[in-house]
């Protein structure tokens, strides 16, 4: 799933490309892409068509375009983003082959063509009224560590407040957005913190650093384009991103720790993996250990 350096590599490329263009025609070639909209695709054509699409802002792993309606000067509206699992942006010439999984086509006056494509449908599109300075359906998700004002302690205050264990905490968006799967594991082997670390063995300053430690992860992850592993991820002009290749613990179980060399391990987490080393990243004293499956060592 992209997260937060892959959305917002998007959206700078979105930014660059797009922002001030008018919408002059809406065609959904998927219902699914809009199953979030009230009043179904019509409502969403009749709501897109004709606004012009002013710069895109994110939160987390979400992105909008604020609008401007033809009757208006300013913003009120948005078109908000999710793109799920494996959805994407490529702005193309309105005569260009159309992609395999293009889900919606919006064609714009300087006769671009903005290209919403998923293959796995997780995400979506929708009209968000009043929505431009912050849409209401994603209100309740905190902020990401590149937001204005963003502050390192209370969210590591919050986090040691929760009855939970590390990459949990990380993974809920409602204490701070934007950091997923990856990342998550990327900042605990950098932290050399164990996942399964219950949140109050933190120190406050602990804590804090933690969040420290994955915005710097993000940041190197965003100055290299994001994370690319097949062609699901790419950058609006097709490109894919490049810092897995910079990946330290993520998809390398079996191979040597960069640190200790000892090999990475791999370990079921909420119908996903974990990615760790077992040397750098002990497991926390007096956690029970899940059972091992049948026929495995310990």
Request: hydrophobic fraction near 35%; charged fraction near 25%.
């Amino acid at each position: 799933m992209p997260e937060l350096p892959e959305v917002e590599t998007i959206r700078r490329g979105l930014a660059a490309l797009v922002s001030g263009r008018q919408v002059v025609g809406v065609t959904v070639l998927d219902d699914r892409a809009v199953r979030r909209q009230r009043g179904g695709p019509e409502a969403f054509i009749a709501s897109l068509s004709g606004c012009t699409l002013l710069e895109p802002r994110r939160r987390g792993k979400y992105l909008w375009f604020p609008l401007r309606g033809t009757d208006r000067s300013t913003a009120d509206d948005a078109l908000l983003c999710h793109l799920g699992m494996s959805g994407q942006f490529r702005v193309d010439d309105a005569g260009a082959p159309l992609e395999r999984h293009a889900r919606v086509m919006a064609d714009l006056d300087d006769g671009a063509q903005l290209r919403f494509l998923d293959q796995r449908l997780f995400g979506g599109l929708q009209i968000s009224p009043a929505g431009a300075d912050l849409p209401a359906e994603i209100a309740h998700i905190g902020p990401d560590p590149f937001s204005d004002g963003f502050d390192p302690r209370r969210a590591g205050a919050r986090l040691r407040a929760r009855r939970s264990t590390l990459k949990r905490s990380l993974l809920d968006q409602t204490l701070v957005s934007g950091i997923g799967n990856i990342y998550a594991d990327e900042t605990l082997w950098r932290a050399r913190r164990h996942p399964e670390t219950p949140t109050g063995r933190l120190r406050a300053a602990e804590a804090g650093a933690l969040y420290e430690t994955a915005r710097q992860v993000m940041a190197e992850a965003l100055v290299a384009g994001g994370t690319s592993f097949d062609s699901l991820y790419v950058r609006v002009n097709g490109e894919s991103g490049y810092f897995s290749r910079r990946l330290d613990v993520y998809g390398r179980a079996g191979q040597p720790c960069r640190r200790c060399g000892t090999p990475i391990t791999r370990m079921a987490f909420m119908n996903r993996s974990s990615h760790l080393c077992p040397h750098c990243q002990r497991w926390p004293r007096g956690v029970p250990r899940p059972p091992a499956p049948l026929g495995s060592p310990r």
